[in-house]
């Protein structure tokens, strides 16, 4: 492993809407090469590294589902949109020359691998990325939890929530001009104050697991190999 490197396996968490770029819908595939092209310095530095991307630039289930349709159809529509992303974001990793599997948590083998714990940590440990969709595979739960539970479960150092945001906040900062920043911030913090860094079921399900959440913002990709390498950027949420 490259020296000053101090994660070794980490879970990467991008959202759908963040894959969009400016569009907000849809696959910008500038914005996912500049991704790809930091998670390869990563991954050459010696890190593992898992993915987990959101579906929000197709479908959200809860938002565009809605009372017009079943919620447990509407979530299935929502890992059907992750799969998407996924395919995309893999096949940009290896046009980089980054080996990549995606793994889901719904069998579909025509499709992609399905997920199997030790299998993933096996790709990890050849140098490959391995990315995760359709989140934890159960309607209800949102890819947040998902990805807590994929790191919990590949024993990751920690999670890497890159976000449209550039940490965790007091507030909202577009809507709160006085929002402070917080450098750090605790589990138990994040719930009594309900500051949204995660939905409350992945945010429990991380602070149970003694999981360590670094939130940054991914307009500059950059972020990434920054965090992976011990530096100071965005929010650090632990116990």
């Known amino acids: 492993m490259a020296e000053g490197i101090q994660y070794h396996r980490v879970l990467l968490k991008v959202s759908g809407e963040a894959l969009a770029g400016d569009a907000h819908r849809g696959l910008d595939f500038n914005v996912i090469g500049e991704v790809c092209e930091v ?55 290896e046009q980089h020359g980054v080996p990549a599997r995606v793994m889901t948590a719904i069998d579909m083998p025509r499709i992609a691998e399905p997920y199997i714990r030790d ?47 550039d940490g965790v906040y007091s507030a909202d900062p ?6 402070v920043k917080f450098d750090r911030i605790s589990f138990d913090e994040v719930l009594a104050r309900r500051l949204g860094v995660m939905d409350s079921t992945a945010t429990s399900l991380a602070m149970d697991n003694h999981m360590p959440i670094l939130v940054f913002a991914l307009k500059d990709p950059e972020n990434i190999y920054r965090v ?7 929010t650090l949420v632990t116990d």
């Not at 590294?49 to 509407?74: E, P, T, Y």
């Open 174 to 179: 577009a809507k709160d001009p006085t929002a």
């Open 39 to 93: 998670v390869k310095r990563c991954v050459e530095a010696g890190v593992q590294i898992g993915v987990v991307v959101g579906g929000g630039n197709f479908w959200r289930g809860l938002k565009d589902g809605g009372d017009r349709m079943q919620r447990v159809r509407a979530d299935h529509m929502g890992m059907l949109a992750t799969v998407i992303n996924a395919l995309a974001v893999a096949d940009t990793l």
């Open 119 to 165: 299998k993933a940590i096996r790709h990890l440990e050849k140098g490959r990325v391995v990315v995760f969709g359709c989140g934890t595979g159960n309607p209800y739960f949102s890819t947040d939890t998902g990805a807590v539970l994929k790191a919990v479960e590949i024993d990751a150092d920690a999670i890497l929530l890159a976000k449209n945001i």
């Open 228 to 234: 992976v390498k011990g530096e100071r950027v965005g």
